[in-house]
Each structure stands twice: as structure tokens, then as C-alpha cells.
């Protein structure tokens, strides 16, 4: 409950939340540490009415990091959140899917997303 406290301290997101989620939705969300990524978890979990099995599940096959929204600046990804919340508003770059992220293929070379030496 200590950890819950500091990681939500906001009573109205709180409130907003727990009328929408389970414990066992809030168990799964303070395993993750990055405050931005838990929120857009949240959110999600909270607009798209997701069962603990469907959260654990895009949390594990990292629906976060495969969006378009994780490659934004902090500011950015924290005010889509916010639309989200405040006006059930998804953005586009929530909801689709990076087309560029192969890192997983473990591919070198001309293929691999880090940048080119020389360009």
C-alpha cells in the first residue's frame, strides 16, 4: 500500500482509476517503474476496459514501446496521456504501432535501426 501511495500520489487519478480498475490491474501497473510508461498502461487499461490477462499481456509483449507515442519527448507522451484521460482522447500515435521497430530481429548492418556512420 506504501508503494502504491508514492506511486500514485494523486487522489483524482486514484479515484478515476479505482473506480474502473481492479487490485490485481493496480499490482500488475507498480511493477513497472517508469512513471510515463505506467501511465499510458493505466489509461489504456482504464479507456479500452482491459482484463488483467489482456494488461499483462500488452505489457509483455510491450505494446508501450512498439507505439508511436514511446518515440516522443517526455512532454509530448505525458499530454497525450493527459488528452486520454481527461477527454478519453486517443491520439493516433497510441494506438498505431511503430513500423520501424525490428530491434528485436537482432539484425546488423545496413538493416539494423542504429543510425548510419557517415550520413
Not at 479507456?47 to 509483455?60: F, N
Amino acid at each position: 500500500m506504501v508503494r502504491f501511495a508514492e506511486i500514485f500520489p494523486d487522489e483524482q487519478i486514484v479515484n478515476a482509476l479505482c473506480s474502473q480498475l481492479s487490485w490485481t490491474h493496480f499490482r500488475e501497473l507498480l511493477s513497472i517503474e517508469e512513471p510515463l510508461k505506467r501511465e499510458f498502461y493505466a489509461e489504456m487499461c482504464r479507456a479500452e476496459r482491459w482484463s488483467t490477462r489482456t494488461l499483462q499481456h500488452k505489457i509483455g509483449h510491450l505494446l508501450y514501446e512498439h507505439t508511436a507515442v514511446a518515440k516522443k519527448p517526455e512532454e509530448l507522451i505525458a499530454d497525450d496521456i493527459a488528452a486520454l484521460r481527461d477527454e478519453d482522447r486517443l491520439t493516433p500515435d497510441m494506438v498505431f504501432r511503430d513500423p520501424y521497430f525490428l530491434d528485436f530481429l537482432g539484425l546488423t548492418g545496413p538493416t539494423s535501426s542504429e543510425p548510419k556512420h557517415g550520413s
